[in-house]
Nanobody, 119 residues
């Protein structure tokens, strides 16, 4: 079964912190690089953080130094610790494999989790 379940979003003031979690089915998670993506209103979805099966990480310039991605391979779970949040971080956050999982010819995405940062 293919499944991605994101959680942990919410409303936070600028400068605050949130930790997002994503539980993935083994078929998506096992041995694959995983990423956190986000999509703000009116914008395309973008990859903001990635992590290989071995733990190597990469970040978009916009979040570097503020966000930390990690994974627990035993639990098929990937996390995103977000600190010093900015209003421009407001978006729906999704996790997925890199590249994103395909079902047939369409990308599969979970429901995402909304992060709203107020000024």
């Amino acid at each position: 079964q293919v499944q991605l379940v994101e959680s942990g979003g919410g409303l936070v003031q600028a400068g605050g912190s949130l930790t997002l979690s994503c539980a993935a089915s083994g078929s998506i998670f096992s041995f694959k690089p995983m990423g956190w993506y986000r999509q703000a209103p009116g914008k395309q979805r973008e990859l903001v953080a990635s992590i290989t099966n071995g733990g190597s990480t990469n970040y978009a310039d916009s979040v570097k130094g503020r966000f930390t991605i990690s994974r627990d391979n035993a639990k098929n779970t990937v996390y995103l610790q977000m600190n010093s949040l900015k209003v421009e971080d407001t978006a729906v956050y999704y996790c997925n494999a890199i590249p994103a999982v395909l079902i047939g010819i369409k990308s599969y995405w979970g429901q995402g989790t909304q992060v709203t940062v107020s000024s």
